[in-house]
Nanobody, 123 residues
Framework: QVHLVESGGGLVQAGGSLRLSCAAS????????MGWFRQAPGKEREFVAG????????YYADSVKGRFTISRDNAKNTVYLQMNSLKPEDTAVYYC????????????????WGQGTQVTVSS
């Protein structure tokens, strides 16, 4: 099983960019498909982006398509989320998660979660 630690969150103005990183420990990282979710205050956790274990396939929520890019480097046991053209509605705690099977879009499919990193976008 892997252990996940996110970093890279912070405060940014609308229109700005951030890159989140998720570092995984454990030798089986490359076996997992990975996802990013986010949760804003008073809202349910929602899918943001997902990447298959060899990065052949990526998946995005409609709200972030064209602005966010998910990638992974299995040699570094790290998955990234590049976030451009940020909007105030992107403000949330962002979580990295790992899954072996099931739907990319469902939080219940993910077996391992990081602790989250706060992203705040000011208008």
């Amino acid at each position: 099983q892997v252990h996940l630690v996110e970093s890279g969150g912070g405060l940014v103005q609308a229109g700005g960019s951030l890159r989140l990183s998720c570092a995984a420990s454990g030798r089986t990282f490359s076996s997992y498909a990975m996802g990013w979710f986010r949760q804003a205050p008073g809202k349910e956790r929602e899918f943001v982006a997902g990447v298959s274990w060899r990065a052949y396939n990526t998946y995005y929520a409609d709200s972030v398509k064209g602005r966010f890019t998910i990638s992974r480097d299995n040699a570094k046991n790290t998955v990234y989320l590049q976030m451009n053209s940020l909007k105030p509605e992107d403000t949330a705690v962002y979580y990295c998660a790992a899954r072996l099977d099931g739907s990319y879009y469902l939080a219940s499919s993910y077996n391992v979660w990081g602790q989250g990193t706060q992203v705040t976008v000011s208008s």
